[in-house]
């Protein structure tokens, strides 16, 4: 076993889910990272845990998901409460990704995939409420969409998952501590991205590497009828096996009132009519991870890196919602990116803090 898997597994097991003695665990696992859950495995053993393992997909095989969704009347589907009761009944989760095949859903209808999503949104709710961590084993599937040989994905992936992450955190709380007292942000890039949005009162956290691995963001939710103007993602989306390419979308009161890509707009049309709440909002996020240095087709990655913001449309994570407000509610949340290296500023409250993709904390920055 190469022991860049043992030490992947020794971080998420010690340091993304503080696994402790007598703890139900939930390891999601495909069979191309079997060695990984070996590792996984045996640490929880080590430290007196009690895992159960169920297969790859949002929560089955992806051939069987597939079979499945192209069969089924998506009139029947409902909520599946056995999973869901599982999760209630689970401390922590571990959700490792690895594909064999990036384009085994292609030929699922989106109307089918949006009733699964909605039919599974409880069980998602329940998971999220563990402690739970999303990573990624680097495949051959991956690294073919990647545009890298194995050996170079392999390399990246583990770089990016292997780093000081206190260090990290510490970096990254000088923009928890401009953007966390902050009322209005807006966000500038080029000619075709002017968005300002409020965030008073919401919560930001600070991703260093527990929920996600590998992380480097900080996020908050906007208040969902505050975002006004226009946005393009010049970053592509690859959702549901397909390449989404310069998606647009126009807000008006919080609601996307108007979108557009040059390539599979139905699919992000489907995104959007999942259900109300998947056409407003639900996170706002600013990547700050500078080991993630390429563009991927792997938002776990994608959305981490340095000079960028991406948005979520659907689900607000409650964790960035005070008790005293209704976070937006979704069966979907899908993050889109913004290239902010270039003709690119975020204002904070109408002070610029990132230029060009520096952040005024940084050296280079211009004001």
Request: hydrophobic share 35%; aromatic share 8%.
């Amino acid at each position: 076993m190469d022991p860049r898997v043992r030490r992947h597994a020794e971080i998420v097991v010690e340091h993304s889910t503080d696994i402790e003695a007598g703890d139900r665990v939930v390891v999601t696992a495909p069979p191309a990272a079997e060695d990984f859950a070996v590792a996984v495995y045996e640490l929880l053993a080590e430290r007196g845990a009690h895992p159960v393992m169920l297969s790859n997909g949002r929560f089955g095989s992806p051939r069987a998901e597939r079979a499945y969704l192209r069969n089924v009347d998506t009139d029947d589907l409902d909520e599946p409460d056995h999973l869901t009761a599982l999760y209630e009944n689970t401390d922590a989760a571990i959700r490792i990704r690895g594909d064999e095949n990036v384009t085994e859903m292609r030929d699922v209808e989106g109307d089918a995939q949006a009733a699964y999503q909605r039919a599974y949104a409880p069980a998602r709710a329940e998971l999220l409420d563990t402690r739970w961590c999303l990573t990624q084993y680097p495949t051959p599937a991956n690294a073919q969409l990647a545009d890298m040989s194995t050996e170079a994905y392999q390399d990246f992936v583990w770089n990016a998952v292997d780093k000081d992450w206190e260090a990290q955190r510490e970096h990254q709380q000088q923009m928890v501590e401009v953007l966390d007292p902050a009322e209005e942000v807006r966000i500038v890039s080029g000619d075709e991205t002017d968005l300002t949005m409020s965030v008073a009162g919401m919560k930001t956290l600070n991703d260093h590497g527990e929920h996600n691995l590998p992380g480097g963001e900080v996020f908050t939710a906007p208040v969902p009828d505050s975002v006004e103007g226009e946005v393009r993602f010049d970053l592509p989306l690859y959702h549901q096996s397909h390449e989404i390419e310069n998606a647009s979308l126009t807000f008006e009161g919080g609601r996307v009132v108007d979108y557009d890509a040059d390539r599979n707009a139905d699919v992000l049309g489907d995104v959007l009519d999942t259900d109300e709440g998947a056409r407003y909002l639900g996170e706002l996020g600013i990547g700050m991870n500078r080991d993630i240095d390429r563009f991927t087709y792997n938002m776990l990655f994608d959305e981490k890196m340095g000079d960028t913001v991406h948005l979520a449309v659907g689900m607000a994570y409650d964790e960035c919602v005070p008790d005293d407000r209704e976070p937006n509610e979704s069966a979907v949340h899908v993050d889109m990116i913004v290239d902010m290296s270039e003709d690119s500023r975020i204002e904070v409250d109408g002070e610029v803090v990132q230029r060009n993709g520096t952040f005024r904390f940084e050296d280079g920055f211009e004001e």
